[in-house]
């Protein structure tokens, strides 16, 4: 190996080193506790090895409901958000007057804390004794019913769920796209006009192609995002999710470890094993779309 090159090696020594002790050595440790069976947390003690732990948490209800919960909030605000923040960075670009100003108002929910946005949320869409809420007032000027959104239905609970996701995920979104777009080459629209070209040809000829790597970026991590949600549930139901009938994956996890049935890391350990395995084969699938359909 010549001087350069260990230079380079030295460089990235603190990088590495940092790597390993606190992402490779972790997830060695998540596979040795995922396959530990009975294992004891006060004693460090267990008494087998093999895949039992995952039988039980893919047995679980609990889990079960987790992972519904994660799919359908994966599947429904992925594909909306990324096209809603497509749509408003279009209509940005588009714009002249005063867009420092709309850019702006769009980010605000973005550097938000996101417990304060979810309790906002929570004011507008919960049915108590002592008000309906301003979405139930808006509902019934129309002439629908009542529906208490975080205690009632669970379409309803999911529908506030996504809508929250959606609003918090959204501002980056726009952020992204609207610098993506900015980048564009403004003579490919001159020459389109030229040719008479119409805004929708222009749109699927010329934009999206070129904005393509970004909107593969948002799409995956969105994606992984959206599977690992947690706090956007808390923020919206509280703590007691699997009550509320609105866990999720990673709050599945965390009950296994600190929740009230808590004290069980082998049980913690397999779910999340299988949460790795299943973002990272849908990450690598959105990649190699990506590379078939990104054009640079």
Known sequence: MNRHGMKAWLYLLPALLFLSIFMIYPLIDVFVYSAEEGYNFASQTY?????YNYSYVLHDPYFLQAVKNTFLLVIITVPLSTGLALLISLGLSSIRALRDLYQTVFFLPYVTN????????????QK???TDGLINLLIGLFGGPSVDFIDGPYWAKMFVLCFYTIWVVMPFKILILTSALASVNQDYYKTARVDGTSKLRTFTRITLPMISPMVFYLVITGFIGAFKAYSDAVALFGTDLNAAGMNTIVGYVYDMLYGDSGGFPSYASAAAIILFAIVLTITCINLLVSKKHVHY
Request: aromatic residues 20%; glycine residues 16%; charged residues 5%.
């Open 114 to 125: 996101t417990l304060a946005v979810g309790l906002v949320f929570m004011i507008l869409f």
């Open 128 to 130: 108590t004794e002592y």
């Open 47 to 51: 008494f087998g090895t093999g895949l």
